[in-house]
T-cell receptor, first 112, second 116 residues
Framework: GQNIDQPTEMTATEGAIVQINCTYQ??????LFWYQQHAGEAPTFLSY????GLEEKGRFSSFLSRSKGYSYLLLKELQMKDSASYLC?????????????FGTGTQLKVEL | ETGVTQTPRHLVMGMTNKKSLKCEQH?????MYWYKQSAKKPLELMFV???????ENNSVPSRFSPECPNSSHLFLHLHTLQPEDSALYLC???????????????FGPGTRLTVL
């Protein structure tokens, strides 16, 4: 099975940088995903890591260390619209279907 | 219509009612998923269909019955639900198999279900 941990809440200031951590224990690993979910809306895909290292996509970057079972999502130049829940999810190795196990999500609040 | 759509967006039902949730994807994907999202809990995967065949049933009670008539449509039939089944039910789709690449899941807006 999979076990995924991430902080419940974080607060940061507009224009700043924030790092949201995710740790996982897994019986099989085939990629880690970050999703953003605004209140009352569908989760939307942010990033994907399957090899160790940093993936950068505009203001958002995601890092993975498979040996440590650790990932983080880095948000730069924070904007008020970045206030949302950030979900870490791990894909297993089981065949048939693209199955994800999600963490509880980190509620990020961006303040002035 | 684009992306993943779900109807209805809100549903209130009694414990003895029968209702169905509908999901449709316009992305040409071949895998579809049902998730349950409750407050303070992780997204819970309920069912997975790949190439119209059910490949996952995550110990979901039989009062939830999925149906996938084709690769674009997914239903969740509900009967004799309990108040603890009140939650946001999300549908998603993706490409499968995942041989290389993210093949990320695209989510619909969800159905907010309240069981009285």
């Amino acid at each position: 099975g999979q076990n995924i941990d991430q902080p419940t809440e974080m607060t940061a200031t507009e224009g700043a940088i924030v790092q949201i951590n995710c740790t996982y224990q897994t019986s099989g690993f085939n990629g880690l995903f970050w999703y953003q979910q605004h209140a009352g809306e569908a989760p939307t895909f942010l990033s994907y890591n399957v090899l160790d290292g940093l993936e950068e996509k505009g203001r958002f970057s995601s890092f993975l260390s498979r040996s440590k079972g650790y990932s983080y999502l880095l948000l730069k130049e924070l904007q008020m619209k970045d206030s949302a829940s950030y979900l870490c999810a791990v894909r297993g190795l089981t065949g048939g279907g693209n199955k994800l196990t999600f963490g509880t999500g980190t509620q990020l609040k961006v303040e002035l | 219509e684009t992306g993943v759509t779900q109807t209805p967006r809100h549903l209130v039902m009694g414990m003895t009612n029968k209702k169905s949730l509908k999901c449709e994807q316009h992305l040409g994907h071949n895998a579809m998923y049902w998730y349950k999202q409750s407050a303070k809990k992780p997204l819970e995967l309920m069912f997975v269909y790949s190439l119209e065949e059910r490949v996952e049933n995550n110990s979901v009670p039989s009062r939830f019955s999925p149906e996938c008539p084709n690769s674009s449509h997914l239903f969740l039939h509900l009967h004799t639900l309990q108040p603890e089944d009140s939650a946001l039910y999300l549908c998603a789709s993706s490409q499968d198999p995942t041989s290389g690449g993210a093949n990320e899941q695209f989510f619909g807006p969800g159905t907010r279900l309240t069981v009285l």
